[in-house]
């Protein structure tokens, strides 16, 4: 679904990523690690359109969109999280949710007031999607009064909401407590087992060895080490940047 060719990118002269390929396949989970500074935020950057690129091509469902602008990207089905939740903190649950899966031609304002209400299966998704994320009981709250972690989840039920094909999410359950984080392996396969294509950037190796089918292990830039899970951890190369539990 999407291939990454030879990408790199320059901050002032510096090779954020260098050289960089790998591909997505449609209906499995990549996981994208690496440690801090690796680039692989700079990767979703430029997969998305917010970071132009230096040299590379960015492929999606076959066409180049290296280019493209990224509301374009948007608009051909690329979605993503943001490392740090980026919600309306002064909306609730509920309108943050609705507001991801309004249709871009209506008039969003009149839907606030209640004289646009969204249409039933809308309704039905979101309260779906807001049970998967743990929120179902929190559709009041005003979401600056969540937690770090629920806005994380607030930000992922954003993205699960906004019509897509290629899901990019960076760091979903860092700062979520460790007992959810679990639940959340069992969330993002059941996903995938329902067709979702997904590039999952994760710090926590652990969760990220569970969730993926393949993983494009990052350092200093480059790709170290392209593999299934079981490849990738008994890597040495990987071994020598990772101390695995
Ligand atoms: N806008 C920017 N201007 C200058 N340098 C940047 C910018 N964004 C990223 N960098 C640098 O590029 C390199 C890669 O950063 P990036 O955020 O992509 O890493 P990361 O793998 O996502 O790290 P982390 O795990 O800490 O989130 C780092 O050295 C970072 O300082
Ligand atoms: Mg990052």
Redesign the pocket.
């Known amino acids: 679904m999407l291939e990454v060719q030879h990408l790199t990118k320059l901050f002032d002269g510096i090779k954020a990523v260098d050289d960089c390929s790998f591909s997505v396949a449609q209906g499995k989970i990549t996981a994208l690690i690496g440690p801090n500074g690796a680039g ?2 700079t990767i979703l950057n430029c997969i998305s359109g917010i970071e132009r690129i230096d040299k590379g091509n960015i492929l999606y469902e076959h066409q180049d969109v290296s280019h493209w602008r990224d509301y374009e990207r948007a608009e051909a089905g690329i979605a993503r999280t943001f ?1 740090l939740p980026r919600i309306f903190k002064n909306l609730t649950v509920y309108e943050n949710v609705s507001l991801s899966v309004h249709d871009r031609d209506q008039d969003l304002i009149p839907s606030f007031f209640g004289f646009n209400r969204l249409k039933e299966e809308d309704e039905k998704k979101i309260a779906n999607t807001l049970a998967h994320v743990k929120l179902s009981d929190m559709g009041d709250t005003v979401a600056q009064e969540l937690s770090y972690g629920q806005q994380k989840l607030l930000s992922l039920a954003r993205a699960l909401l906004q019509p897509h094909r290629l899901l990019m999410l ?2 979903p359950v860092a700062g979520v407590n460790p007992a959810l984080r679990q639940e959340f392996v069992t969330l993002f396969k059941r996903l995938r087992d329902e067709g979702e294509t997904m590039l999952v ?1 994760e710090h926590d190796m652990d969760f990220a060895m569970e969730i993926a089918d393949w993983v494009v292990v990052m350092n200093e830039g480059k790709v170290l080490k392209k593999g299934t899970p079981v490849e990738v951890r008994n890597d040495r190369e990987v071994l020598k940047v990772y101390s695995w539990k």
Request: proline letters at 0%; zero cysteines; a negative charge.
């Open positions: 692989k935020t490392q960076d760091e950037v």
